[in-house]
């Protein structure tokens, strides 16, 4: 058996594993569409019966340990590298398979499974996850985004002439106002320069730095109305540039649909 705190780590764990299915799923539209048969399916199930048979180290299981639904193989966690347990399920072995002191994993850390729970001698973990198909609409569980943010392209003048009348300690004093390296002091030429405008904040601190060193016209930033800069950060789920090309799918079939419905309308 399982003390308390062990089973709610592997109950969490095994939802973490269902979700990291759940993504798999999304990254393999073949495998996760259909059934052999051709209808469309959204559940998939996982299982776990593991048993700690080590003396007095206690051994981790992983989502690699986990035996994956066999009408569909090609589902399974991110990362997912088959293990002896895991092997043993699935070949139909009686009882729970065995996990000695060396643990579920293999060495590399790359392909070492989501911890689920950590077991010593004589506890054991069966159980039932279900992987199930989402969007990220429905419920933020399947949601392959931590972060999405976008802000338009700086475009932003320097005058020279004004940097000129600068002495050297007021141009690396204005420069280092700025946090995140926007702009750069050529100390060779004496000009202050644009090092990476997409760092630039539209916050104002440069130019209430140029004001307070008594040079207001030194900086000239607008926004460009046409041009954005998108920041996206994925959990792992799909890769990033997946991500975005389907999100751009997504949003030209919203935009077709409504030139449709447009073209539709009668003309009054």
């Not at 700086?154 to 005058?159: F, K, M, S």
């Amino acid at each position: 058996m399982v003390s308390p705190f062990e089973s709610a780590a592997a109950g969490a764990g095994a939802a973490a594993a269902a979700a990291a299915a759940a993504a798999a799923a999304a990254n393999n539209p073949d495998a996760a569409n259909a059934n052999d048969d051709g209808e469309e399916w959204f559940d998939v199930e996982l299982s776990l019966d593991v048993r700690c048979t080590s003396g007095s180290a206690s051994v981790d299981v992983t989502t690699n340990d986990l035996c994956l639904d066999p009408r569909h193989p090609g589902v399974r966690p991110v990362g997912f590298v088959p293990s002896a347990a895991s092997t043993s399920s699935a070949a139909g072995g009686a009882g729970a398979a065995a996990l000695n002191s060396n643990g579920s994993t293999t060495q590399d850390s790359r392909s070492r499974g989501i911890l689920l729970a950590k077991l010593r001698q004589g506890q054991e973990i069966r159980l039932r996850a279900v992987a199930r198909k989402g969007i990220g609409k429905d419920h933020a569980k399947w949601q392959p985004v931590a972060t999405a943010a976008f802000a338009p392209v700086p475009e932003i003048a320097i005058d020279q002439r004004v940097a000129s009348l600068m002495s050297e300690a007021q141009r690396d004093e204005w420069v280092g106002a700025t946090a995140g390296g926007v702009f750069a002091h050529d100390r060779a030429t004496g000009a202050l320069e644009v090092a990476d405008a997409e760092r630039y904040r539209f916050d104002g601190e440069c130019l209430a730095k140029a004001a307070e060193l008594g040079f207001p016209g030194l900086l000239t930033a607008t926004a460009k109305a046409d041009e954005f800069i998108f920041r996206v950060e994925g959990t792992g789920a799909l890769p990033v540039s997946e991500i975005v090309s389907k999100a751009m799918g997504v949003l030209e079939g919203k935009l077709r649909t409504l030139k449709e419905a447009l073209d539709e309308e009668p003309d009054e």
